[in-house]
């Protein structure tokens, strides 16, 4: 299914962007999806929920590369799974091929694939951050997000 490399759409428009030693042939690595939506009534629901869907994508003729899919959850079921390639394909990212499955996989219902902004095990899009002008302390921030709100 690979076929030959596609360069990915890079911004080069910020000046950090890219770096000095920037490759265009192959820049990323680490490559993953974060695919949201999904059941999360068990520790392994969503994977076993994306599975279903990557099983009805494939019946109705649709190509896909090999896959690793894992939950990051541990303790408490959470509805998001991170999807990568495997073997060479990703000792050599590609994210040609990993773009087009993630638009395969956004465009089923109720599910949403986007690339994994950091790394780690959490899901840091959803993540919300305040900076102010002034110097406060946490509760006088709190106090102030809650006069907002």
Known sequence: MP??????????????TPPPDFDPTHPFTGLELTVSGL???SLTSAVEHLNQIIQKIISEGTERPDLQ???PATRKPLDFVYVSLVGVL????RPDILE???????AQ?????RWKV??????KTQQVYFET???????QLKTCINNIL
Do not use: H, M, W
């Open 3 to 16: 076929g030959p490399y596609t360069p990915f759409p890079v911004s080069g428009e910020r000046s950090e």
């Open 39 to 41: 059941p999360y009534t």
């Open 69 to 71: 899919i894992v939950s």
């Open 90 to 93: 990703k000792e050599t990212p």
């Open 100 to 106: 087009a499955f993630r638009l395969t996989l956004d």
């Open 109 to 113: 219902d109720s599910i949403e694939a």
């Open 118 to 123: 950091s790394s780690g095990r959490t899901d």
């Open 133 to 139: 002008d002034q110097d406060l302390n946490p509760i």
